[in-house]
C-alpha cells in the first residue's frame, strides 16, 4: 500500500495553490494512514478527517467517483468487468435508434457489464448491470450508457471514448452524494482513497481532497508559528 | 441572545482577512445557532462545527479563555467574584515580599474571591479561590496572581492593572486545552460563545473562531461558483 500511496501523494498531494499542500507523510509515520481517521461529516458533501498532519477535507463524492472510475478501468482492462443479473429484468422504453444501437453494440455492451435484449421497435430489457454499480438506478444507468452509443456510434469513435464510457458509468455514483455515511463508512472511503491509484484527483482533474496543516489552521487563528 | 449575537458577530465576525469571512447570519436563520453544532474536536486544540454558512473552526482554549475572563470580569463589575472555600485550606511557601504583598493587599485579593492568610514569614494559607476558577490548580493561580502583584505592587498601578489580573486569572483556563471533550461540551462551548460579548476574539486580539463558507471550501477543491 505504501507504493501506490507515494505515487499517489506525489501526482495527487493537493491542489497546487492556495492551503492546499499536502505533505507526502514522512517514512517513520508509516503505522498511520496518511489519510487519517474520519471525524465527521459536513453539509452531506465533505467528509473530515484527522490526521497526523491537521485536517483532511475529502470531496466524498469525488472521491467515490474517481475510485469506481479506477475499479472500472481496472477490471476492464484486466479480467473483465463483472455483470449482475437483476432479479427481474427490467422494460425500458427507448427510440427505435437506441434499440438500435444496443443491439449493434451488444458485444461492447457486455464488456461494460450490460447485458441489453430487444424487446419491441423501442423498447429493450435490461437484463444485467455491472455488478459494482448493482445498487444504482439500472434504468438511469442505461439511458446514460445509450446516450454515449449514440454520440460515439461508430465501433472506431466508441473504441476512442471508452474511458468516457466508464466516466459516464463511474459518475452515476453521484447519487450517493448527500447520504449520511457512518464513521466506519467514512474511514473506509478513507482506506479505498488509499489503496487506489490516481484517486487524488477527480475525473474532471480537481482534486477530491485537501489538506490544511496544522500550520495553516494556526494562519486562520493569526498565530504565527 | 440575537441583540448578543449581532453584536458579536457585528464586532468580530472572524478575522480581517483570509478565508474567514464570516457573514452575519441572516434573520430568517434565527433559529439555527450562529455557530452551529459541534462536529468533532481536532488535535485537541480546535472544535470542529457545522453551521449554515459552512465550518466552523474554534480554538477551544482562546474561547474558553475569553469567557472566563468576560465573566470574571461582569461578575467583579457586578455582584462580585463569588469565592469558593478549599475543602482544606492550601499551605503555600512564597517569598517574604510575596507574603507582604499578599497581607497588604488582602481587601483587593478578596475582591478577586481570594482569601489567603499569612501563616509565617514566608508562608500563606490559601482559604478561597473564586468559584468560577475552582476546578483550576489553586497553587498555580496565587502563585500567579502574587507575580502579579509583585509587578504591579503599588494600590494605583494595580487599580490601573484590574484587567490584567483577570487576564491572569483567566489564562489558567488554558490547562484545560487537550482535554477531549464530549459533543455536549462542545455544544455548550457554542452556547457560551454566542452568549457572551466579545467572545469572538481573544485576549491578545486573535480571533477565537474562524468560519470556512462553503464558497471557500469549494474553492478549495477548484471548484467555481
Chains 1, 2 share one sequence.
Not at 495527487?12 to 492546499?20: E, F, I, L, N, T
Not at 496518511?34 to 461529516?41: E, I, R, S, V
Not at 425500458?92 to 444496443?102: M, P
Request: contains cysteine.
Amino acid at each position: 500500500m505504501r507504493d501506490t500511496l507515494a505515487g499517489y501523494a506525489a501526482l495527487y498531494g493537493g491542489p497546487s495553490s492556495g492551503p492546499a499542500s499536502a505533505p507526502i507523510p514522512a517514512a517513520n509515520e508509516a503505522e498511520a494512514p496518511p489519510l487519517g481517521y474520519a471525524l465527521a461529516q459536513l453539509h452531506g458533501i465533505f467528509v473530515l478527517a484527522e490526521n497526523a498532519q491537521g485536517l483532511i477535507l475529502v470531496d466524498m463524492h469525488a472521491a467515490h467517483e474517481r475510485i469506481t472510475y479506477e475499479r472500472l478501468k481496472a477490471a476492464r482492462d484486466g479480467e473483465g468487468i463483472r455483470s449482475q443479473p437483476l432479479l427481474v429484468p427490467l422494460s425500458l422504453a427507448v427510440s427505435e435508434r437506441e434499440a438500435d444501437l444496443a443491439e449493434q453494440h451488444a458485444d461492447t455492451l457486455a464488456g461494460y457489464g450490460f447485458e441489453l435484449r430487444r424487446a419491441g421497435p423501442q423498447a429493450l430489457s435490461v437484463r444485467s448491470v455491472p455488478t459494482l454499480l448493482a445498487d444504482l438506478d439500472p434504468k438511469a444507468l442505461v439511458l446514460d450508457v445509450l446516450s454515449d452509443l449514440r454520440e460515439h456510434g461508430s465501433s472506431r469513435k466508441l473504441e476512442e471514448a471508452r474511458n468516457e464510457l466508464l466516466s459516464t458509468l463511474a459518475c452515476h455514483t453521484s447519487v450517493r452524494a448527500n447520504r449520511r455515511l457512518s464513521l466506519p463508512e467514512m474511514n473506509a472511503l478513507l482506506r479505498d482513497m488509499e489503496s487506489t491509484e490516481r484517486s487524488g484527483q477527480c475525473n474532471h482533474g480537481r482534486p477530491t481532497w485537501v489538506q490544511l496543516t496544522k500550520a495553516e489552521l494556526d494562519r486562520l487563528f493569526l498565530r504565527g508559528r
